[in-house]
């Protein structure tokens, strides 16, 4: 599938499994599919981006936040234990610093695409063919990321991003 | 801990998901709580068969998992 990727399209993915890595994450999704191209200056997706009022820094912010919210998860299922995880990592924190215990949670390693990252280069795949496209470009990608509904979709929405127009700006732009 | 709380807690406790999810979360608090301590250890000088014996595992297991982090 990849040989019809653009090389644009292609340096985006590579540009996202980095992202991914570097926030230390586990699963690649289209959030970080996102950020990858919001963060590429050239490009039409981008434009489009920053004209629907979309800030590469917000778009990190709320990438990141979305990943930090399994902590939260963590302590609540701890305490169903009587475990009272924010007790433990003071304490652990006392004799080793803080964030001592944060290691492991930053994942080593290449990150691998979640089904839901695999779900929405699949639709960026059916934009491009519904568009009557013979490759897969950024802009596909995108289409992809609002159609799949999820994680990218997601991000937009708590930025105040109307995605219906962006996707119909995307549309048109390609059009044009 | 509050009333509401405890019926939670006691309402949800043989709900395999809530038990699995805590199981989980227990989990990943081990892998810190070991991977901070193996750290630790060696940085006072304990041998990768002294720490695989205090996690009654092998020396092999323990070095594989972490001295790629040293």
Redesign the interface.
Same mark, same amino acid.
């Given at each position: 599938m990849f040989e019809r990727f653009t090389r644009s399209a292609r340096l985006v993915v590579g540009e996202a499994v980095e992202i991914a890595q570097a926030m230390g994450h586990q699963q690649l999704g289209s959030d970080h599919m996102l950020l990858a191209l919001a963060g590429q200056p050239a490009q039409a997706t981008s434009q489009a981006l920053t004209e629907a009022g979309v800030q590469p820094e917000r778009v990190r912010e709320a990438v990141a936040a979305r990943h930090r919210t399994e902590d939260v998860?963590?302590?609540e #299922? /701890? @305490?169903? /234990?009587g475990?009272d /995880?924010a007790a %433990?990592r003071a304490k %652990?924190e006392e004799t080793?610093g803080e964030g #001592? /215990?944060?290691?492991? @949670?930053r994942h080593r390693g290449r990150p691998r695409l979640s089904p839901e990252g695999k779900k929405t280069l699949g639709l960026a795949l059916r934009e491009a063919v519904r568009l009557e496209d013979h490759y897969i470009g950024a802009e596909h990608l995108l289409l992809g990321i609002l159609r799949a509904g999820g994680a990218g979709h997601d991000v937009l929405r708590s930025l105040g991003v109307d995605v219906a127009a962006l996707r119909r700006r995307l549309e048109t732009d390609r059009a044009a | 801990m509050t009333d509401a709380k405890t019926l939670t807690a006691a309402a949800s406790a043989d709900d395999p998901r809530t038990g699995l999810r805590a199981a989980l979360a227990l989990r990943r608090l081990a892998d810190s709580l070991e991977r901070l301590q193996v750290l630790n250890a060696r940085r006072k000088g304990w041998s990768w068969q002294e720490i695989a014996e205090a996690l009654e595992v092998s020396r092999q297991a323990v070095h594989k998992k972490y001295a790629k982090e040293l």
């Open positions: 998860d963590d302590e #299922a /701890l @305490r169903t /234990l475990i /995880l %433990v %652990v080793f #001592a /215990l944060d290691g492991p @949670r | -």
